[in-house]
């Protein structure tokens, strides 16, 4: 699982308000080299949640993001964040872990890089 | 629309090639193309499209006959919410284990790119996010190389299948997507939704493309027609009987509410097809129901009644759609023995009469359950769905298609 993939994941249990982001327990990250693709990018910034992204990153051991994505329009020739930004977006991996709900505690498992998301049948 | 200037084409084998180097796996996963074009494709399917005569890119086993003419029709009532919570065991018993079970067997032969689901695919901006939610085997994800796609489906099997190819997948239910709003640019629903056996489930299933995606964004929806268009190849497909009423109305469905569930008197446990067993019953229409030794006590005798009429009527309604309209079906799968011993499901499978031999083609015989969807029917359960437009509707090869479009954000 990418964290491309976890800046989308919710909790979407009912009555849950908290849903998201989910908490990242890793026990495996593996790291796995993919192209470097500036304007996918800059597609991906508008919809990225920065804090879940960099807290996500945090929990998997890379602490290189800024708090803060910089300014769309200086992003254009800001290589070094975009390497950063796509480093943590696309090349981490958790291969085994878990991503936990905050406000519930309910852990949705990961194994072999594929989280699990099913809710049971009286959560949802 | 402005095409822009074609920049140079990096191109990157879409097969994923690995070499460990000090413990990194080093993976080419993603070609994105340095392309830039925002032109919206047009997919409006030709009239007359007949490239392939299968009943539809998905099942090159089905053959087609119609054996009875009974039916059933879709029961909507206000306890709907539950059968959209809980999966029906009749999607349970006959989608999911059966998926889990023939999942290596069936992707080997998913292998076929449908071109209006391609076409929609690669009429998509760069570097969209597509998800695909019911996935399979992942045909589909990584078909547009300059886009982002992230697959889910309820088969692990399946999902197991997509990872090892290198795809971002998880695995998840269709009617309840894990997935926050408004973060896909695109979303797609490839034979998905006829798997689904009540109409608020597959309602819900719209819903949920529709929430995942971004406002303006656009989601491909295909399902199987029940006018298929080699009648000849429906030879094979089961209807849904009286037999499977009670499958059908198993937990999660509208007859399993809490009320009738959680009352001690009452039991579903054994609903005996042919025997008439309580005086309250209407005996003469419903030679399939039976309602076995249910005591009455002077408490609840009243309410007792009142559940127990109104269970029998929604039977005997179910059975009388049955005879109008027939949309479900068991559709069968053969697995060949060898890989049936492969997979080590079957041997369950046919030890709880989930699945049958065939000697004579060697093969573990599993049905499927198909709501198969009538002319305008998807139309109508889409335009349903508040927030979204029809922008195209076809039918081709066999199924019903409908693109949608999320109502763009208000502006001010």
Redesign the interface.
Known sequence: MRLIVHNMLSCNIRGVVNKFPLRIEPEKIIVKEVDFNPDFLKHMIAKIDWKALVDGARSMGYTELPDHAPDTTTLESDEPFLRKFHHSLLELHLEEGSLVCSETGRKFPVNKGIPNMLFHEDEV | MILDVLRSI?T?SSSSTTTTTGG?????????Y?V?TSKMRDIKVKSDSRELITSSDEEEEAAAQIIESVSIREKEISSSSLSV???PEIEKKYVHRVYDAIAPHFSSTRFAKWPKVAAFLESLP????ILDAGCGNGKYLGLNPSC?F?G?D?S?PL??IC?DKGQ??????AV?????ED??DAAISIAVLHHLSTESRRKKAIEELVRVV?PGGFVLITVWAAEQEDTSLLTKWTPLSAKYVEEWVGPGSPMNSPRVRNNPFFSLESIPETEVSTKEQKADNSPFIGLESIPESEESTRELKETKASIVEQKEESLEALKKSQQEYFVPWHLPYHRAEVSGASASALATGLAKKDDRKGAVVYNRYYHVFSEGELERLASRVGNAMIVDRFYDKSNWCIVLQKAALNQD
């Open positions: 990096r990157s990194r796996i080093i993976l080419q996963s993603f070609g994105f340095s830039s919570k809980s999966t760069c570097g969209s996010v982002f992230i889910c309820i692990h999902i197991k990872s971002e997948v998880l695995v998840a239910d309840n997507l894990p997935y926050r973060f896909g971004k």
